[in-house]
């Protein structure tokens, strides 16, 4: 219906997340009306990021050097690592400016029924930054899903063998929630992980 | 033509991010099997089913379409939710993904569901974890058909003998003739007869229920690989 390239353009812009064809015509045809250079600014920066974008070699967050900025920071306290899912996760914590360890990112989460094992959230690399003698405590910050709490266990498993402090970060009624409005499995775990008043 | 179904007793198998909000989850339904669905808004904070969607939580759910994929209209829990925690919530994920690869869906296997149902139950009350698998792997054979005798051999019908010695042909069940069937391991009378009754308490009879069912699993799955297995350490 539209000529072939800009056909392509729709079919290549559909390949984000969210956008349906609907989307992806408007995208295109503003782009080809009126943002002609932002465009081409696009397009240069998608390929150099995905030419130049790789992961740091210590905690497998995208950087294009080889240690991102973080694990570069010599002012961390370098005996926590924190053990987080995403790299949006790592933002998220950073943001609260409660820990000053590193980070270590998992890309992932173990999900055997999508072919995610142990291998794939990199296994091998976290073994060996902690056999490496840095770290006294690590902190599993993987999300309370029945996949995040799996690899928290799998998790907590290798690094206890190590002789490592393990923590997992609390969970429960979320700040300014209802009881009244929560569902079965949050409360139950809230009532399980039930702290003393002091 | 589309089809409405009211409050089925289900679970959640699966679940995966789809477009921004959504969810496109894999449910084990009482009457009509394995089901896929999207579940539309379920990332978002404000969605009424955040923590429900989670699985080994019983749930009662309708949905409307007849299509592969279905859209979920309604969910309310069922029962209090079995919250698996260590090694058995990695058993419970292994229960989730023999069931997402070997149950076709819309294939209705009501007493899968409620094995399951045991079988998570189970997991919960802190039983042990082995003879729970075996179980279930036991009775997922029988209901797709795959089933075979503990108690008799297959060759010659004669009863399982507690000092006998037998081969294993996934296809037939346990054969006597072991110059036919000429298998590198042969599994002993006494332990098909334990396994028969559902009896684990010896360590010996559980090793060979678990050779027993890997072969049994692996004829049924093909190429498939069952990707829990790599978790248990
Ligand atoms: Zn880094």
Redesign the pocket.
């Known amino acids: 219906m539209f000529s072939p390239l800009i056909n392509e353009l729709i079919q290549a812009l559909r390949c984000l997340p969210g956008i349906g064809l609907k989307t992806a015509q408007r995208m295109a045809f503003q782009i080809l009306e009126r943002q002609r250079p932002q465009g081409l600014a696009l397009a240069k920066s998608l390929q150099s990021a995905i030419e130049n974008v790789g992961h740091?070699?210590?905690?497998?967050?995208f950087?294009e050097s080889e240690?991102?900025?973080?694990?570069?920071n010599p002012a961390r306290h370098s005996h926590q690592l924190c053990i987080v899912e995403s790299p949006t996760d790592v933002i998220a914590i950073e943001q609260t400016a409660t820990f000053r360890g590193?980070?270590f990112?998992l890309m992932g989460r173990l999900s055997p029924i999508d072919g995610i094992g142990p291998q794939q959230i990199g296994i091998h690399q976290l073994n060996e930054r902690l056999d490496n003698g840095q770290f006294t405590e690590v902190i599993i910050a993987t999300n309370p899903t029945v996949e995040g709490e799996a690899t928290a266990h799998y998790l907590a498993n290798i690094i206890r063998e190590k002789s490592i402090s393990c923590t997992r970060l609390a969970h429960g009624i979320p700040m300014g929630g209802e009881l009244e409005y929560l569902d079965g499995s949050t409360l139950s775990r809230a009532f399980t992980a039930r702290t003393a008043l002091t | 033509m589309t089809e409405r179904v009211l409050l089925q007793p289900a679970f959640v198998l699966h679940a995966r991010p789809f477009k921004d909000t959504s969810l496109l989850v894999d449910f084990l339904t009482r009457d009509y099997g394995r089901l896929s669905a999207i579940v539309r808004g379920a990332r978002s904070q404000q969605s009424r089913y955040r923590g429900h969607l989670r699985s080994f939580v019983p749930i009662l759910i309708s949905w409307s379409g007849k299509s592969e994929l279905v859209s979920l209209n309604q969910l309310e829990p069922n029962g209090s939710p079995i919250l698996l925690e260590g090694n058995s919530l990695l058993a419970g994920m292994y229960l989730n993904e023999l069931i997402v690869r070997l149950l076709h869906q819309h294939d209705a296997h009501p007493d899968i569901f409620d094995d399951y149902y045991k079988g998570i139950s189970a997991l919960h009350q802190n039983e042990e974890i082995e003879p729970t698998l075996r179980r279930f792997e036991k009775n997922l054979l029988v209901a797709l058909g795959f089933g075979f005798s503990w108690a008799h051999a297959a060759d010659t019908s004669n009863p399982i003998a507690t000092s006998q010695w037998y081969a294993f042909e996934p296809d037939l069940g346990f054969c006597e003739n072991l110059q036919k069937f000429n298998q590198r391991t042969v599994f002993s009378g006494a332990h098909l007869l334990a396994i028969a009754q559902n009896n684990y308490d010896n360590h010996d009879v559980l090793r060979t229920a678990k050779q027993i069912m890997r072969i049994a699993m692996q004829v049924r799955l093909g190429n498939k690989v069952i990707k829990s297995r790599e978790l248990f350490i």
């Open positions: 740091c070699k210590a905690c497998r967050t950087c240690l991102c900025t973080l694990c570069s590193y980070y990112v």
